[in-house]
């Protein structure tokens, strides 16, 4: 009876720190994604898992039925790990509330994503 009960404790106790290192995996993810999307597009560049944003800043005509694209440009840092859905994000910089595409399905933290399905490129 004695040795079941330490094996049960035993077992217990690995199970606790198996969790315990899933925690500290995710935590550490975590403070990755936290730590690229701080840093300066300057600094960026020289962390490992870190990559930089661009997108391309656009303006709708007069009218608002097409948009004209500006020149790519850099907009924030991101984790290379953070997952990016295969598909183009509009989002509007909170600073100047300018309408950026990002084409890799990702936008920066804290910028509020919006629906331009209805408007296409302008012709030149």
Partial sequence: ???KNVYLLSTLMLISCQEKKADSAVDTASEIATACSS?????CETIENCAILAG???TANEDETCYFEGEPQAYACIDLNEPCPPTVVYAYEPTTSNLVMFTYGCQPNGWESTDLNSYEECES
């Fill in 1 to 3: 009876m004695q040795y």
């Fill in 56 to 58: 391309v800043p656009i």
């Fill in 39 to 43: 840093l300066s597009i300057d600094d």
